[in-house]
């Protein structure tokens, strides 16, 4: 999977949406013109599928559904224990990790280092996908230089690292920025080169310049798409903690996965991955609702 | 309404201004190397302070580069644009502009981008009073904090009227603000100027695609036109519009006048 796909899906998907909104705000121009009173009315939706409780319920079908099938091989024992263990061995390892005060400790590191490197990386992918968005010299000189860093698979990195860094948290959370950095990078960047040309030369002709510009008119247009850029890296960060973890830690639920492994605890590894899953689904849940109130307030 | 900007008041922003412009042997052209392409050739033109000028001419015959000349967002090829005898280098706050889209900030209120207008120079406690003073000429006060997307074209491009009288500007340029507003907004909108205008009688320059409008409310018509046997327009008629403001829509003086314009624009039998 590269990382340089994510990107453009994450790009793309971010076009499409804002492409949505637009016509959505011409629909809502003609219907409440010149009438104050349905203007308070516009966004409200319709439909019971856009209700919150009711998605949150339907959300939960297909999960439920996997939980039943999977308690069910237990009972039928189509795969074997050790192949795939019982939702309640999983939930027992669980419970004997927690007993011993491991589960903590895993869980705890994985996500400091998770938001340690996601938010260095993500300061600095958008502090140069603004120097490098505004400025056509340092777009002249640093694009390529970017370009193929980028184009290094960022797993290539990981000999570099531990021989400059050794085996640590530096390392690990440098692999992580590294991972963070160039979604919100391109997303900053692409973002700015698009903003509406008509809009940045209204703020102009009311004598708006440099610094100004830049803040009154230039990065308020790019924040919804800022968002986007830091959903996609906060995936990135979790997707590469496992790796740093896998490739040298003593703690850590990608330590968790690869030491359960070598032992052959797959109730362990069961766990290790529910709880990637479970984490990293609250962590873009929580930036999810950031972003909604980002895109209703920039736009 | 109008009461708020009686010449007389003490307000240093009520001090209106009106400036002359004098467009002096200007040419304007675009592209690069063989590509480069002539806009504007050769034109010569005095206008008086307070006057408004309509300014016809077929699409893409550099109606709007004339504008964006003379408001210092495009540099001239050749000669000069002077307002008040001082030459435009750039943009300043001797003009303000208002253009075809609204243009709004769309994260700002209404009064947030009207204030956006105010000059720099403006304190704080009297640019919050002179953008409710617009809100309140451009009949917007009740939507004040809303936002862009909230309100109708029509209220979005009065907003974007206000921004630019904001700026308290001695020469006005509107670029087709009217152009894509349906023909009832567009009415109110041409009188609420010609309102604004009795009141501040500021230098317009309006560039318009409408015969119709330029005549009922300029002082004068400028028509550009391809000159003979080169690339570029140039001034292919300058008339003074008879009769006084407010003038009636259905004048016969109007009519012939009409139709002389629109078959220099091209359009016959009308």
């Known amino acids: 999977m590269s990382q340089e796909a994510r ?40 439909g019971a599928l856009s209700h919150g409780p009711v998605r949150l319920l339907l959300g939960l079908v297909v999960p439920l559904l996997i939980l039943g099938a999977w308690q069910a091989n237990a009972v039928l024992g189509v795969f074997s224990a050790v192949q795939l263990p019982s939702p309640g061995a999983v939930l027992a390892a669980g419970a004997e990790l927690a007993a011993r005060g491991e589960l903590w400790l895993h869980i705890v590191i994985s996500t400091q280092r998770v938001l340690i490197g996601f938010a260095i990386g993500s300061v600095l992918g958008l502090a140069v996908g603004a120097l490098l968005g505004l400025s056509r010299l340092a777009d002249a000189l640093l694009t390529p230089v970017v370009g193929a860093l980028r184009a290094v698979p960022s797993l290539a990195w990981v000999p570099l690292l531990i021989l400059w860094m050794k085996i640590g948290e530096d390392s690990k959370v440098t692999l992580i920025l590294i991972g963070a950095f160039f979604p919100v990078f391109t997303t900053v960047f692409l973002a700015l080169r698009h903003v509406d040309r008509d809009l940045v030369e209204a703020g102009r002709a009311f004598g708006l310049r440099g610094m100004q510009l830049l803040t009154t008119v230039q990065l308020p247009a790019v924040v919804p798409a800022v968002f986007s850029g830091l959903r996609l890296a906060l995936a990135q960060a979790w997707l590469f903690l496992v790796a740093a973890e896998l490739i040298a830690s003593s703690l850590g639920l990608g330590f968790l996965l690869i030491d359960s492994s070598n032992n052959g605890r797959t109730d362990r590894i069961f766990l290790a991955i529910i709880l990637l899953a479970v984490i990293g689904k609250a962590t873009d849940a929580l930036l999810g609702l950031a972003e909604r109130w980002a895109v209703r307030r920039w736009t | 309404m109008t009461a708020l900007l ?61 504008l964006r000349t003379a408001a210092g967002l495009d540099a001239p090829d050749t000669g000069e644009v002077l307002i008040d005898g001082h030459p435009v280098r750039g943009i300043d706050e001797r003009c303000a502009v208002a253009f075809q889209e609204p243009r709004l900030l769309p994260w700002h209120t209404l009064r947030a981008n009207v204030a956006m207008g105010l000059p720099r120079s403006s304190s704080a406690s009297a640019g919050k009073a002179r953008v409710l003073e617009l809100l309140e000429l451009v009949g917007l006060t009740a939507f004040a904090k809303h936002r862009p997307r909230e309100v109708s074209g029509g209220m979005a491009q009065r907003t974007s009227l206000a921004r630019a009288l904001a700026r308290n500007p001695g020469v006005l340029l509107l670029d087709e603000p009217f152009g894509a507003l349906d023909a009832l907004t567009r009415i109110r909108m041409q009188d609420l100027l010609l309102d604004i205008h009795g009141v501040r009688p500021t230098t317009v320059l309006l560039v318009t695609h409408d015969v119709d409008e330029a005549l009922l409310l300029a002082d ?51």
Do not use: N
Request: charged share 25%; proline share 5%.
């Open chain 2, 220 to 270: 004068r018509i400028l028509v550009l036109g391809p000159g003979a046997g080169q690339t570029g327009s140039t001034i292919a008629e300058l008339l003074a519009v008879p009769g006084t403001r407010p003038r009636d829509r259905a004048s016969a003086d109007l009519a012939a006048l009409r139709s002389t314009l629109l078959s220099m624009l091209g359009v016959d039998g009308h």
């Open chain 2, 6 to 66: 009686t010449p007389g008041s003490t307000h240093p922003h009520h001090d209106h201004r009106a400036f002359g412009i004098r467009f002096s042997r200007l040419g304007q052209s675009f592209g690069t190397a063989e590509k480069r392409r002539a806009v504007l050739r050769d034109v010569s033109l005095e206008v008086r302070p307070g006057e408004i000028l309509a300014i016809l001419g077929t699409s893409g015959c550099g109606k709007s580069t004339l």
């Open chain 1, 7 to 46: 990107t453009a899906v994450g790009a793309r998907t971010a076009a499409s949406r804002t492409g949505q909104r637009g016509d959505a705000e011409d629909d809502t121009r003609s219907r409440s013109a010149r009438d104050p009173a349905r203007i308070r009315r516009t966004g409200a939706s319709s």
